[in-house]
Structures are given as structure tokens and as C-alpha cells.
């Protein structure tokens, strides 16, 4: 089944302990991203990569970094989670081919952190 | 940067009725507008796209409309059903290319809650 998979799912944890969310996908995908959704804000990206080794900043990039040594993943980290980071985070995908065309992206079902 | 404005916030319909929700984008480099429908607690889900070289498309009972020259894009949902209750984004975005590969950064607008009534 194509999907694309964030874990945790929830985690509650504390003010400056690093965390990773982890997202895989198994489309072969080469367009990955990262979107924060907070109420009243919609979805707001975070950082986004277009192939394995080429990430770029989405509009709220601070206080998060990622990577992305194989294709199929691309984990999120926060080094230092402060309460502001507390949202809901949802890992997309979507394949990338030439030709000036835009392809639809699939999400994940989401990563609820609280952070105290 | 692209800025995607979207209004109502929130939408309540009866049962039957049609519902508009209706966005605004900034930058005239746009070309792609998706729609998407999240459940409560689920992940948000394509329901219908658009591409600048159309002006509108439909699918059983949404359709989606493009303005370009005045930078507005509506989603028209007929013959409501409750199961149509979900928040609602609408998008926009520009494809950049480079070496070959194409990929559009996708600006959201801010959701519409669509409560339809039995």
C-alpha cells in the first residue's frame, strides 16, 4: 500500500530535549516536506526537499533541521524543542518530474508533540 | 512570497444545500491550486486540483473555478451530506525547476470548518 509514515504518532516530552520525527515513504518519491498545522494558521512549511542530499527552508524553518541521506526518508529534528514547537506535524510527498508540473502531494497521518 | 487568503473560516450548511469557499493568492507565478479535505484527527486528503491553463473542473459534486486575471479560486461543493463536515484548505503554488526536476512549494490558506446540518 502506498502510504507515507510518521512516527511518533504523539509524544509529550520537555523543554530542550532533542527529539527526531521520523517520515518514510514507500512511492519512490523524490519531492518530500515538512508542515506544521497550528489553529487559525493552516499548514505552514517547514523544510523541504526536492531529492536525496538537496533540502531547502520552507517559511518557518527555525528551531527545526532535517536530512536527507536516502530517498524514502526524511526525519525532522528538533535539537532543542521549546513550548512554541508544540503543533501538530504532518510529513508529505509527492513525485517531482520535469516539464513545469506540479504533482499532488500525499500526507502522513501526523505527529502530535507537546512540548512542556 | 506567496500569500493565500481564505474565507469563510468557517462555513454551516443544511443538509442539501451548496457551499463556496473562496481563496485569494498573491503571486501571479502560481499555477497549481489543490484543494484539500481533513477530517477531524486525519490527515489532510486531495479532493480536486486545478491548473492555470484551465478555468474550471468538476468531479461528481465539487468543481473548482480559476480566475487568474483576478487571482481567486473557489470550491463549489453541491448537494451537501454530512459526511462533507471536515475542514477544508485550499493552496497555491509555483513550480520551480531545476536540472530537470520539478517541484511546487505549496502555500496553504488558513481552512474553512464546513459544518453541514442533517
Known amino acids: 500500500e502506498a502510504q507515507v509514515t510518521q512516527n511518533p504518532r504523539y509524544l509529550i516530552t520537555v523543554t530542550g530535549k532533542k527529539l527526531t520525527v521520523t517520515c518514510s515513504q514507500n512511492?519512490?518519491?523524490?519531492?518530500m516536506s515538512w508542515y506544521r498545522q497550528d489553529p487559525g494558521l493552516g499548514l505552514r512549511q517547514i523544510y523541504y526537499?526536492?531529492?536525496?542530499?538537496?533540502?531547502d527552508k520552507g517559511d518557518v524553518p527555525e528551531g527545526y533541521k532535517v536530512s536527507r541521506k536516502e530517498k524514502r526518508n526524511f526525519p525532522l529534528i528538533l535539537e532543542s524543542p521549546s513550548p512554541n514547537q508544540t503543533s501538530l506535524y504532518f510529513c508529505?510527498?509527492?513525485?517531482?518530474?520535469?516539464?513545469?508540473?506540479?504533482?499532488?502531494?500525499?500526507f502522513g497521518d501526523g505527529t502530535r508533540l507537546s512540548i512542556l | 512570497g506567496e500569500n493565500v487568503e481564505q474565507h469563510p473560516s468557517t462555513l454551516s450548511v443544511q443538509e442539501g444545500d451548496s457551499a463556496v469557499i473562496k481563496c485569494t493568492y498573491s503571486?501571479?507565478?502560481?499555477?497549481?491550486f489543490p484543494w484539500y479535505k481533513q477530517e477531524l484527527g486525519k490527515r489532510p486528503q486531495l479532493i480536486i486540483d486545478i491548473r492555470s491553463n484551465v478555468g474550471e473542473k468538476k468531479d461528481q459534486r465539487i468543481a473548482v473555478t480559476l480566475n487568474k486575471t483576478a487571482k481567486h479560486f473557489s470550491l463549489h461543493i453541491t448537494e451537501t451530506q454530512p459526511e462533507d463536515s471536515a475542514v477544508y484548505f485550499c493552496a497555491a503554488s509555483e513550480t520551480h525547476d531545476a536540472g530537470g526536476t520539478s517541484y511546487g512549494k505549496l502555500t496553504f490558506g488558513q481552512g474553512t470548518i464546513l459544518t453541514v446540518h442533517p
Open positions: 526537499s526536492m531529492n536525496v542530499e538537496v533540502t
Open positions: 503571486d501571479s507565478a502560481s499555477n497549481y
Open positions: 512511492m519512490n518519491h523524490e519531492y
Open positions: 508529505a510527498s509527492s513525485i517531482s518530474r520535469g516539464g513545469n508540473s506540479n504533482q499532488p502531494q500525499h
